[in-house]
């Protein structure tokens, strides 16, 4: 059993209301996109209300900003689900949904085993990212750190 | 990480100069098209020479880095009587590249790629992808076979049979789309997309479905526009 998880947080801006037309290619893809998350390799857990999901949870100051957190066993899963299962395709259209706004969007970090992080904690950390680059209490797909010492893989 | 970022290496030019042995070809190009391990035996009956010939040639081959060799025992038999491991081989994650003049369009990529996920114009680049793949359907010659197939054979993707489905078997972008995922797949749909239109097809046809491996998209039987 590996002792620590991987947490990622990632912000995205929308462009038009969630309940608009122009979003609705988005909110047909929720729930089938999150059970594969919930059915993926190495899932442990993500935010969500009683909706089944994270929409409704806006915890900047713009409320057009949704967050997305999660927590999974290792970085390969993790990247496997993003990148190479269904969840890509969808992602194709982010810029239809999503604005770019400015870096960074995503946030990696190591969590001890069993614990689940929190809104608060995961803004943090991407300010932590914003501020002083990817090091191993904020980073990045592409610039990752190692599980921290003590794991027994 | 890029291949092909300045003048070509003397390993890049020796692994090009190895292919023109016509064996050596056949075999590479035998252990490629099977798309995963192949034995000595295998790819010596392919190539229609002796095993020893065969071996000679493929680890040569994966001297020069265009081929991988592993060691694996083929049959489930354990402990004593069960044989030595088989030496395999499938072709090596590396890429041989070589341009004279030295030509650095891999770093002109990156630094593209970077700027269009910067200003967030990923549905421009699509737009782009999807006219450019248009052009090239529609100068594809229609005789000899599925367009589409010949096409994207041309293009490098090593399209292959799989039941109903056409599936890639190499991406032809891959340093650009491991580093840009979504921008550089999403990318590639639309410029397949594109070649369907441009050769008659129903660009619905083409869709994601990405697994390790192989490109990350796959040719349909049928139209899955939405």
Redesign the interface.
């Known amino acids: 059993m590996a002792t620590h998880h991987l947490a990622q947080v990632n912000i995205a801006t929308l462009r038009y209301p969630l309940d608009g037309p122009e979003l609705a290619g988005f909110v047909a893809q929720l729930e089938p996109i999150n059970a594969l998350a919930d059915a993926a390799p190495g899932f442990v857990w993500r935010l969500q209300t009683e909706d089944g999901d994270a929409t409704a949870i806006r915890p900047f100051d713009d409320e057009r900003v949704m967050v997305n957190l999660s927590v999974w066993s290792s970085l390969e899963t993790l990247r ?1 689900f ?5 969840h ?2 969808v ?2 259209h ?3 949904w999503f ?2 706004v400015a ?1 960074p969007y995503l946030a990696l970090w190591w969590v001890p085993a069993g614990t689940i992080p929190t809104v608060a904690e995961a803004k943090r950390r991407l300010q932590v990212l914003a501020s002083s680059g990817p090091t191993p209490a904020a980073f990045t797909f ?1 610039d990752p750190f190692p599980e921290p010492a003590g794991a027994s893989r | 990480m890029a291949a092909m970022d300045g003048a070509p290496t003397d390993r890049d030019l020796a692994a090009i100069g190895l292919l023109q042995d016509p064996v050596r070809r056949a075999l590479y190009e035998h252990v490629v098209a099977a798309g995963g391990e192949v034995s000595r035996n295998q790819a010596a009956e392919a190539a229609g020479v002796g095993r020893g010939l065969a071996a000679f040639h493929l680890d040569k081959l994966v001297e020069v880095g265009l081929l991988e060799a592993t060691f694996r025992r083929l049959s489930e038999r354990r402990g004593p009587g069960a044989g030595r491991p088989a030496k395999l081989y499938r072709r090596a994650a590396g890429e041989v590249a070589a341009s004279l003049p030295p030509r650095t369009y891999e770093t002109a990529a990156h630094l593209l790629a970077e700027t269009v996920e910067q200003t967030g114009a990923d549905l421009e680049l699509q737009a782009a992808a999807r006219r450019a793949g248009v052009r090239a359907g529609r100068r594809q010659p229609r005789e000899g076979g599925p367009a589409v197939e010949r096409l994207l054979a041309a293009r490098g993707y090593e399209p292959y049979r799989d039941g109903a489905a056409l599936r890639l078997r190499n991406c032809p972008f891959a340093n650009l789309s491991g580093e840009f995922p979504v921008l550089v797949c999403a990318m590639n749909l639309s410029l397949i997309e594109g070649l369907l239109e441009g050769v008659g097809e129903p660009p619905g046809r083409a869709v994601m479905d990405p697994a390790p491996g192989r490109c990350c998209v796959a040719i349909t039987s049928k139209d899955n526009q939405d």
């Not at chain 1, 993003?82 to 269904?86: D, L």
């Open positions: 496997a993003v990148y190479a299962s269904r890509l395709g992602m194709r982010r810029r239809a604005t770019r870096d592409r």
